[in-house]
Each structure stands twice: as structure tokens, then as C-alpha cells.
């Protein structure tokens, strides 16, 4: 059952970095086409992309485990719950952390509540 669970949510998030490649890509094909955007979208598609990628590597190492309400499609995500007594899970999360770090994170607490909270 567990894999099912990982798989569910690896399957929504990789649905999700697909939709938003979509997304770039049409917005960068308009602006080539010579539309002038309201505002610049770049960063914020890199911000989502750079959390989609650092949730999946968070499920792939097990430092984030996806957890699905009755009913629900979207998974949230919490810390493995071992997360505290377990080396290669406090590597895993401390990579996963990294990556946010190294990307867009300014409030890494936004970030730790939001995990841990789902």
C-alpha cells in the first residue's frame, strides 16, 4: 500500500512539472510571437518548477511522505515521521532543504511548516 501511496503522488507531481513545461513553453512561444506579457512569468514558473523537482527528489529519498485525504487527487506532504531518529532520512531532508535553499526559499520556515503541517 505504501508504494501505491508514493507512486499516486509521484504520478501528480510529474503530471504537474509536464503541465507547467507546457505552460513555459506557451508563454514563451507567444512572447516570441511578439506578445508583450502584463507582467514576467519567468520566475514564478522557475519557482514552481524548482519545488515540484525538489518535492519529487523529497519523495524518491523518503525525507517527504505524500499523504491523500478521502477523495482527494492532490496529495500534501509531510517529514517522514522517522525523520528525527534515521541518518540517511535527516541527509535526505537536509538535501531536499538544500535544494529549495539554493533556489527561492527566503522564509525556509514557510517552507518546514508547510511540510510538516500536511
Known amino acids: 500500500?505504501?508504494?501505491?501511496?508514493?507512486?499516486?503522488?509521484?504520478?501528480?507531481?510529474?503530471?504537474?512539472i509536464l503541465n507547467l513545461e507546457g505552460r513555459m513553453t506557451d508563454y514563451?512561444?507567444?512572447?516570441?510571437?511578439?506578445?508583450?506579457?502584463?507582467?514576467?512569468?519567468?520566475?514564478e514558473h522557475q519557482v514552481e518548477m524548482c519545488t515540484l523537482h525538489s518535492i519529487l527528489s523529497g519523495i524518491d529519498t523518503g525525507a517527504i511522505v505524500p499523504v491523500f485525504?478521502?477523495?482527494?487527487?492532490?496529495?500534501?506532504?509531510?517529514?517522514?515521521?522517522?525523520?528525527?531518529?534515521?541518518?540517511?532520512?535527516?541527509?535526505?531532508?537536509?538535501?531536499?532543504?538544500?535544494?529549495?535553499?539554493e533556489s527561492f526559499i527566503e522564509n525556509n520556515e514557510e517552507w518546514y511548516l508547510y511540510v510538516v503541517s500536511g
Open 1 to 16: 500500500m505504501k508504494y501505491e501511496i508514493e507512486d499516486r503522488a509521484r504520478h501528480f507531481v510529474v503530471r504537474s
Open 28 to 43: 514563451e512561444h507567444a512572447i516570441s510571437q511578439g506578445a508583450i506579457p502584463i507582467r514576467d512569468l519567468t520566475e
Open 69 to 101: 485525504e478521502d477523495g482527494e487527487d492532490e496529495p500534501k506532504f509531510m517529514a517522514h515521521p522517522e525523520l528525527e531518529q534515521n541518518q540517511e532520512l535527516i541527509d535526505a531532508w537536509s538535501e531536499v532543504n538544500e535544494m529549495l535553499d
